[in-house]
């Protein structure tokens, strides 16, 4: 088992930036891809950004490609998305997902989830 825990979300003004983490527990996290989707209310969970098991690849979804940032500290478990050039269509709950088979743009390639985190970007 893997556990998955975010933070960092919170109410900021469009324009603004905030840096979510996902801290890791379980099995060889490091071993794991790493992915981060969003969900707004009333919507499918979508595809943000996703980071290979060493971080020697990452993929963008297209609505963040350029603002967003996937890295992660395998040393520390815990895999950050820095989000610049906020929007307030980013506003949605941001979850982390760990993946032993694809650093994939869709949920089903994930096999652990987190609760998620609340950003909520103001006009």
């Known amino acids: 088992q893997v556990q998955l825990v975010e933070s960092g979300g919170g109410l900021v003004q469009a324009g603004g930036s905030l840096r979510l983490s996902c801290a890791a527990s379980?099995?060889?996290?490091?071993?794991?891809?790493m992915g981060w989707f969003r969900q707004a209310p009333g919507k499918e969970r979508v595809f943000v950004a996703a980071i290979s098991w060493s971080g020697g690849r990452t993929y963008n979804g297209d609505s963040v490609s350029g603002r967003f940032t996937i890295s992660r500290d395998n040393a520390k478990n815990t895999v950050y998305l820095q989000m610049n050039s906020l929007k307030p269509e980013d506003t949605a709950v941001y979850y982390c997902?760990?993946?032993?088979?694809?650093?994939?743009?869709?949920?089903?390639?994930?096999?652990?989830w987190g609760q998620g985190t609340q950003v909520t970007v103001s006009s």
């Open positions: 997902a760990a993946s032993n088979r694809v650093a994939g743009d869709t949920p089903r390639a994930y096999d652990y």
């Open positions: 379980g099995r060889t996290v490091s071993r794991y891809h």
